[in-house]
């Protein structure tokens, strides 16, 4: 049970959220439980929504972006957040479940993208304390600096909505992943 309120629908939260939530919709098809959530806070909401948008319009392929929030939802032990990116990881970004292993166990299959998990799990784990030899091995496998930044805010933000989940207990609306399953 959520430890903090989920309004029910749209018409059940905030009047300052109802559009945000009803792009959502109109996205996704649904409003999953993290964003009616969130809805509690319109600036939360939008805070979210705007950074989700800026950075899905950024130089790091889907596969990737998704890759790392496994990776940091593994970290994180948030259950929500690992159900919501193995749906989304297999059925938007074409990840095969040995990929969301090694995605989750901090690392890729593939040789690039095994760069990029590499140094996500390293942000995450160190709290961005990383080493000159930590960026300068992500960059040597072919990420710019543009890509190095927006691997380190997709951390940010995936450690923010791991957060939010746990400590509301977010009732998961996805197929359920326990990151303890590993």
Not at 34 to 49: K, T
Not at 65 to 74: D, F, G, H, I, K
């Amino acid at each position: 049970m959520t430890l903090i309120h989920t309004p029910a629908t749209i018409d059940a939260a905030p009047p300052r959220s109802q559009p945000l939530l009803e792009a959502v919709q109109r996205q996704l098809g649904v409003v999953p439980n993290l964003f009616r959530l969130v809805s509690n806070s319109p600036a939360a909401l939008e805070g979210y929504l705007s950074m989700s948008g800026a950075l899905a319009k950024g130089s790091l392929p889907a596969p990737t972006r998704e890759r790392v929030a496994l990776a940091v939802s593994q970290i994180n032990g948030c259950d929500y957040c690992l159900s919501a990116h193995t749906y989304l990881g297999k059925n938007l970004a074409g990840l095969n479940d040995e990929e969301i292993h090694a995605n989750r166990s901090g690392r890729s299959n593939e040789a690039k993208a095994d760069a990029a998990v590499r140094f996500a799990a390293k942000v995450a784990q160190e709290r961005g304390q990383v080493s000159t030899s930590d960026v300068r091995v992500v960059r040597d496998a072919g990420y710019s600096d543009e890509q190095i930044i927006e691997i380190v805010q997709h951390v940010a933000l995936n450690i923010w909505t791991n957060y939010i989940n746990l400590v509301a207990a977010t009732d998961i609306d996805f197929p359920l992943v326990k990151s303890g399953d590993l």
